[in-house]
């Protein structure tokens, strides 16, 4: 299993996250390029992608290409793209373009593609919550949202990336669970309802990855996010930021092997 104590060491890697615009994805996103790691992101928000962008720009590096349809640049070291996941048309040209850029050279991932002997490593961490309401108070469009992105988004990235980390015979992938998406709560049946399939999702295809790959359920722990503040109004503030976070989710993250295959972990 995972030694989180670990530091997450060896050669360099490059990380694919979802949703890393804002709350864990960003932090994260900025705790692995800190460690010297290469970073493949999205985000449904362009103007936050630009702006990760310039934050992650190295001083050597030359500024990001201008792009009308995405804020993608092909000379930094890191490449990041506007794209919503829950499109399965704009996750499969996404796909296509991180190929392209041979930017999967050695790790590739969902939420995170590693770069080190054609390793797989993806973390799959784009998500939202409902407003507080019981279910028969939550209108169909905002329930849909919710199914959307946390879970038809993370099966969009495993259908168009899991093949790319076959084809290498390495592979880890990470599926952004909950506590709420293994215990109950009131008011969010949505959000829990979606990340209960995404435990479940992980177990299943856990069981379908060929050796060499293995998939993970890992659950956050409780983060004082936009999300968090939703629910919990002030209060939120008594727990870790995202920056706090971070750090600890990196080394475990980066420790993961093919035996936690389809184990439901926590930060």
Not at 7 to 33: D, F, N, Q, Y
Not at 72 to 83: C, D, N, R, V
Not at 100 to 112: E, T, W
Not at 119 to 129: D, P
Request: hydrophobic content about 40%; some cysteine.
């Amino acid at each position: 299993m995972v030694a989180a104590t670990m530091a997450g060491g060896g050669p360099p890697k490059t990380v694919l996250i979802t949703g890393v615009s804002r709350g864990l994805g960003r932090a994260l996103t900025l705790e692995l390029a800190r460690r010297g790691h290469t970073i493949i992101g999205c985000s449904r928000s362009e103007d936050k992608i630009q702006a990760l962008q310039d934050e992650l720009q190295l001083p050597s590096d030359p500024p990001p290409a201008a792009s009308s349809s995405s804020s993608s640049s092909s000379s930094s070291k890191h490449l990041l793209t506007a794209i919503d996941v829950r499109s399965d048309d704009s996750v499969k040209e996404f796909a296509k373009s991180v190929a392209q850029a041979r930017r999967v050279p050695d790790i590739i991932g969902f939420y995170c593609i590693l770069k080190a002997r054609f390793f797989l490593f993806s973390v799959n961490n784009a998500g939202t919550i409902n407003k507080n309401n019981k279910i028969w108070e939550v209108p169909a469009e905002e329930f849909d949202m919710v199914i959307d992105t946390n879970l038809k988004g993370v099966a969009n990235i495993l259908r168009h990336f899991v093949p790319l980390m076959i084809e290498r015979k390495k592979g880890i992938i990470v599926n952004m669970s909950s506590g709420w998406g293994r215990s109950p709560a009131a008011e969010v049946a949505p959000y829990c309802a979606s990340k209960w399939a995404i435990e479940g999702l992980s177990r299943s295809v856990a069981k379908e990855l060929p050796p060499g790959l293995a998939i993970v359920a890992l659950s956050p722990g409780v983060v004082n996010t936009e999300m968090l503040a939703s629910c919990f109004g002030s209060s939120a503030a008594l727990y870790q930021s995202p920056e706090a976070w971070a750090p600890k989710a990196a080394t475990m993250i980066l420790n993961l092997t093919e035996d936690d295959n389809g184990a439901s972990l926590t930060v």
